[in-house]
């Protein structure tokens, strides 16, 4: 789940002819209309990022100030009910704000949202498969990437959740850091963020909403994971055609982390490192039948619309929200990494 930072919101005014500037972005000769336009979105979800950093302090301050806070540390189901509240709290609102507000810059211009079931159910199971793949590999690599930055002196801040000390309070962590964080957080980015953005071009939509999906973690060290993992659930989101999708990967993804963790609590070093393995291994081979399944039954499905415009990254970096965000959420993951020397 996202990590909680520091920003600065302001409002945006809107005072202009969507529906024209919507027909008008229809042709790609009508430069500035579809500069103005994209401003629009663009803007919108900068802010929408805001409200994130600035909606997780208020709830934070009203946690503290409710007698919430005096169950918080000792109660592992009341400290795992105000996580969950936690991301419908800070990401839901502002995210939720910023989609009726794309709704009314685009109108009868707006793209449904892929909120159905996947239009293969094979399709949908092998995407699982994939995507597991994924998260074994990345996983991975981030960890040797980390290993070889501490090795020459960097030091990474950590945002583990505590160990859960029953079997409760495991279920109470797969409500707060699986279930809830899949259908919030796969709410706000590859639903608000990604559908929104489409329209100029799916490979655009899928970089920006992952790099933010990054970001929003607020630590370098789990900023890269969620980058490249981000990408895959965003094109596997587009290609299956369902939210459904990234819902179920994301819930996988956290249910697994969740497990290894309560794994590690009730078993012995040895039986966790056998077990870990036997799952990384039977699904990594999945994982690879389900390329290769992907390849040979669903190939016509797999290209994405307007990959190669060059527009909207132009105009994604004039967006001075879009941008302010972008560098303030890489300004706080920078400052969870500390250079300590080699000791």
Known sequence: CFINGNSRGEAVEYGTNHRAVGLACQSEDYAGAYAIFHSYVTGILGFAVYGFDKFS???VWLIKKTPLIDYYATSEAMFNIVQALFSIFAIMLPFLI???LIKL????NARPWPFWAPSSTKFFFAALAFAFLTVVVCNAL???ATIGFEAVGFEFDESDMPDPKSVGGYFWQVLSVALVPAFVEEFAIRGV?????RRYGDAF???????????????????????????????????TDSLWTGIAIHFMNNLYAVSLTGLAVITSDTVYVIIAAAVNIIGGLLGLLSII???DKQRGKLHLKNMYRWQPYVFAVLSIPLTAAFI????????????????
Do not use: E
């Open 328 to 343: 303030y959420f890489v300004y706080l993951c920078s400052q969870t990494v500390h250079y300590v020397g080699v000791s």
């Open 57 to 59: 302090d208020l709830y």
């Open 205 to 239: 939509a899928i970089i920006v909403s992952s790099i933010f999906f990054g970001l929003m973690h607020g630590n370098l060290l789990q900023a890269p994971f969620a980058f490249f993992l981000g990408i895959v659930i965003s094109w596997l989101v587009i290609v």
């Open 193 to 197: 963020m990604l559908q929104s953005l």
């Open 98 to 100: 910023a989609y009726i």
């Open 105 to 108: 810059v685009q109108r009868k």
């Open 293 to 295: 399944w992907i390849v």
């Open 142 to 144: 981030v960890g040797l």
